[in-house]
């Protein structure tokens, strides 16, 4: 399933135009240098205004990949990000929620895959989830390319039809890092991190092979709560949220569906049971109300019925994750017609800003010390956890830049678009990388006469390990307008 960045809606993944960050099961939305410390992921010390020669081939993870020209579109940083897997750096927040919620799916039911390279192909990405042709997501405004038939994954579902395909275990989770094209801001970066998971059941393997009945025995060992749960809509609906009628009968799908919900509410009282104690820890004060969920309709084209799960937190609903019932075709061309089951998805680095009180998605791609050594060694002891302190916060240095556009700037996926918000996005952040916080667009006009059309753009600087200078500030904007025009063809205003 699809899945959501920190700070994007759930509901997003409806139209799928930013893939969710579901594999939410969702999204939010992340993209360019290398990810650490400002020198090392792009202080434009070292940044070329020019348009540099696409390379002829690239190695991700020791394999590598020929290239095509016309539809290579991925950045140096980011080809350098393959090899960091932050969610099995020991005693790093993504590692440790990684290991929180995978301790809700034991062995040997759930099999996991946590190492699965990022590079897959047009069909495992697209083409085997049912994602039409014309789909916006297939667009280079919002993916990378490596050929016209690899790609870096954009979701984890990627890997969806291949392990229900291998058939080594009932459950799967896979965990992996994930990477789109996509806004800058405290909660958006172009690579981010998903959990997918997925459990199935056998028609020709339960007894008498009834379904339903096997799977309400499974319900009864799962652990239980005791939390207040909303769930005031049926289980499915003929127009809002159907059944797959034909493939699954109104039993079998009650069943997998309390199935689904129970195991994941089991693994949401773990998460945010530890993120109230990490926040009593730090603020004795911090108001400690009972926690609640509540079960909404939504809609995933892999999944029907299917359902968001939301959670009462710190004084506001916050959409968790996205899951349903695997849309049969799925699995008949899985080859594994027998099967059926649920699956959902969730936002790793969503989760670990909440669990661990992290203001900027920034800060997980640090090498800096002040942030690492505050985890060690809650891997090996959960109940160590506790919420980030902030360093000292450097102050913010904001510079506008405003242009006449070559063609309209679009929010929507059309590759033929002549200037993307995301390619602007893109070229800010392969000029300055991490020392970027923040680009908003705040102005539009249209020419009354003309017709063209320009753009204005805050871009807020903002390291976050050092003070940065007004003089070396102006010196970087500098060469993010210059790479603007070079890059795109805008004329400066």
């Known amino acids: 399933m699809r899945i959501l960045q920190p700070g994007v809606s759930m509901r997003s993944l409806r139209t799928l135009t930013r893939l969710p960050r579901w594999s939410v099961v969702s999204q939010q939305a992340f993209v360019a240098r290398a990810y650490s410390s400002d020198a090392a992921s792009g202080s434009g010390k070292d940044s070329s205004t020019k348009a540099k020669k696409k390379p002829s081939s690239v190695t991700i993870r020791g394999q590598a990949y020929n290239t095509d020209a016309t539809w290579f579109n991925v950045p140096t940083n980011v080809l350098d990000a393959t090899s960091r897997k932050l969610h099995l750096l020991k005693d790093h927040p993504l590692q440790i929620t990684r290991q929180v919620m995978q301790s809700n799916f034991p062995a040997p039911t759930y099999r996991y895959y946590d190492e699965l390279s990022p590079a897959v192909t047009t069909h495992q990405n697209f083409d085997s989830l049912g994602f039409p042709a014309d789909h916006p997501g297939r667009a280079l405004s ?52 998903q959990m997918e998971g997925a459990r199935s059941w056998d028609r020709s393997k339960v007894p008498d092979g009834d379904v339903a009945a096997a799977v309400w025995r499974d319900v009864e060992k799962l652990p239980k709560h005791n939390i207040v749960v909303e769930d005031p809509n049926p289980t499915f609906h003929d127009e809002r949220n159907p059944l797959q009628e034909g493939h699954h009968s109104a039993a079998e799908a009650e069943a997998i569906a309390s199935h689904l919900k129970r195991s994941l509410e089991a693994m949401v ?131 506008d830049v405003s242009f006449w556009l070559r063609g309209s700037t679009t929010e929507e996926g059309n590759a033929q678009a002549a200037t993307h918000e995301n390619d602007v996005m893109e070229v800010v952040r392969n000029v300055a990388g991490n020392v970027v916080e923040d680009v908003q667009l705040f102005d539009e006009f249209t020419h009354p006469k003309s017709g063209r059309k320009s753009a204005a753009y805050r871009i807020t600087y903002r390291s976050l390990e050092r003070t940065l200078t007004n003089e070396a500030v102006v010196s970087l904007h500098d060469k993010v307008r210059k790479a603007l025009v070079s890059e795109l063809g805008v004329e400066l205003r």
């Open 142 to 193: 919002d993916t990378y390319y490596i050929s016209d038939k690899t790609l870096l994954r954009t979701h984890t579902s990627a890997h969806q039809a291949d392990t229900f395909r291998a058939d080594e275990s009932d459950g799967y989770l896979v965990s992996a890092d994930v990477y789109r094209r996509d806004a800058i801001d405290r909660s958006h970066y172009p690579v981010f991190h």
């Open 269 to 399: 009282v773990n998460v945010f049971s530890r993120a109230r104690a990490a926040a009593l820890k730090a603020d004795p004060n911090f108001v400690d109300e009972p926690l609640r969920m509540r079960w909404v309709e939504a809609y995933f084209p892999f999944t029907s019925p299917s359902y968001e799960l939301e959670v009462y937190y710190d004084g506001d609903w916050l959409e968790v994750l996205g899951c349903g019932v695997v849309k049969q075709d799925i699995y008949i061309n899985a080859g594994v017609p027998n099967k059926l089951g649920w699956a959902f998805g969730i936002g790793i680095d969503r989760i670990a800003m909440l669990l661990f009180k992290i203001p900027d998605i920034r800060l997980f791609w640090s090498r800096d010390e002040r942030f690492l050594s505050q985890f060690t060694g809650v891997s090996d002891n959960l109940d160590a956890l506790k919420r980030f302190v902030p360093f000292s916060k450097y102050p913010p240095c904001p510079k």
